[in-house]
């Protein structure tokens, strides 16, 4: 009973609206990076398509998290201003990750199918961002209440 309990609580603490909409949108997002790259990569090479693709996510993800997943509706310009450089420098952080994941499987390893190298790096990074904005960025307690 006791064990039924506690399964009951992780599977709660894991699936809520918070994860299942960070998940959705982590999707979208994904796939804004990957459409982006998947365009630019053949007239731009990878590595500026990498980085390219990465500003596109980065700014689509800060918008739907804000306010679709971590619900944060605190628009003051200086808390604002505070936040969006608490995640982009989050993001940036894993955007470097990514391009050197992805130099580093292309050019030092070898590989041949770099979309599979990003679809790789992606997944990281996936989870690298949502532990940023949950635990640094979007915190419970620093918006107020709707």
Known sequence: ??????????????????TVSYLIFGVLTTLV?????????????????????????????????????????????RYLMKEMASFFGCRLFTAVFTYVAMVVMVDGLKIQQDMLCKIAVSGISLVLNYVFSKWLIFR???????
Do not use: C
Not at 2 to 15: D, F, G, S, Y
Not at 49 to 66: D, E, H, R, W
Not at 140 to 146: D, E, I, L, R, S
């Open 1 to 18: 009973m006791v064990r039924k309990e506690m399964l009951k609580q992780i599977r709660a603490r894991l699936v809520n609206r918070e």
């Open 33 to 77: 990076d990957w459409v982006s790259y998947g365009v630019m990569r053949v007239p731009l090479g990878y590595r500026a398509a990498t980085v390219l693709s990465q500003v596109f996510a980065i700014l689509f993800a800060y918008g739907t998290n804000k306010v679709f997943v971590f619900e944060n509706f605190n628009f003051h310009l």
């Open 140 to 146: 419970k307690g620093t918006a107020p209440k709707k």
